[in-house]
């Protein structure tokens, strides 16, 4: 599981966990819910195989809202 894992963010490059989610990391985990999914990413963040970072994006407001900035949290393959 933790090579898949690795695979999915060498080949998509940086996500959050909900765009890992969109990308096929719910299948891979076998979980629906993103909580579930950031246990297994802070497995390999601890065994240093993946790098966190917080960023600063454009996500959804709220029906009926505009667009809101946000720090979010970012995954990534740890360069070598």
Do not use: W
């Amino acid at each position: 599981m933790n090579a898949d894992i690795i695979a999915l963010f060498a080949e998509h490059g940086p996500m959050t966990v909900s765009e890992a989610m969109t990308k096929g990391l719910g299948q891979i985990c076998c979980t629906c819910n993103n909580y579930n999914a950031r246990y297994h990413l802070n497995q390999l963040l601890n065994a240093g195989q993946l790098a966190r970072r917080s960023a600063r994006r454009q996500v959804r407001g709220s029906i009926g809202c505009y667009p809101r900035q946000a720090n979010v949290v970012i995954y990534q393959v740890k360069p070598q």
